[in-house]
């Protein structure tokens, strides 16, 4: 059974950076494409980003182009996300994803990834 594990929350001033991983463990990734997403309490999840299955084609959210960026290694069954210039409406628990079928593009939409992490909390302030 696949399980995702994040990892590398934090609190962090605006303007500052994390990075976050998103570490498989029981298969492998390589084959997927994944997706990170984040979620507020009363807000819906948030499409954040998505990387296909070899790394080469990504997508992200208006809201976080040109601060984020994703990427995987495969070697390591991890993918990342890094965020840089920090605002405090980046506050989220942000959730790493597994596409439902293999070999396929990423989707923005939360109904085509089958395999979900606990998160982890990024706290921005201002």
Avoid at 14 to 35: D, E, I, K, Q, V
Avoid at 94 to 109: D, E, I, K, Q, V
């Amino acid at each position: 059974q696949l399980q995702l594990v994040e990892s590398g929350g934090g609190l962090v001033q605006a303007g500052g950076s994390l990075r976050l991983s998103c570490a498989a463990s029981g298969r492998t990734l390589s084959p997927y494409a994944m997706g990170w997403f984040r979620q507020t309490p009363g807000k819906e999840r948030e499409f954040v980003a998505t990387i296909d299955s070899s790394g080469g084609t990504t997508y992200y959210a208006d809201a976080v182009k040109g601060r984020f960026t994703i990427s995987r290694d495969n070697s390591r069954n991890t993918v990342y996300l890094q965020m840089s210039n920090l605002r405090p409406e980046d506050t989220a628990v942000y959730l790493c994803a597994r596409h439902a079928n293999p070999f396929r593009l990423g989707t923005n939409s939360e109904s085509g990834y089958t395999y979900w992490g606990q998160g982890t909390q990024v706290t921005v302030s201002s």
